[in-house]
């Protein structure tokens, strides 16, 4: 996944909350908050991703 869809999907993801929590709707409320968390955590994979493939190189280049 690539790091501006995990962008994008957290802000769509936060603002879907915002309306939700502005409008008393709690079914856009939570799916906003899910759609937040979920990109959370794509970026968090992706950055360990990264970090682990630079230690490989790291390593190898040895």
Do not use: C, H, L
């Amino acid at each position: 996944m690539s790091k501006i869809k995990n962008a994008k999907d957290k802000i769509v993801g936060e603002t879907k909350e915002a309306i939700g929590k502005v409008t008393n709707n709690k079914e856009m409320e939570v799916k906003g908050k899910i759609q937040s968390i979920k990109a959370d955590v794509n970026i968090k994979t992706e950055k360990i991703k990264d970090d682990v493939k630079r230690e490989v190189n790291k390593t190898f280049k040895k």
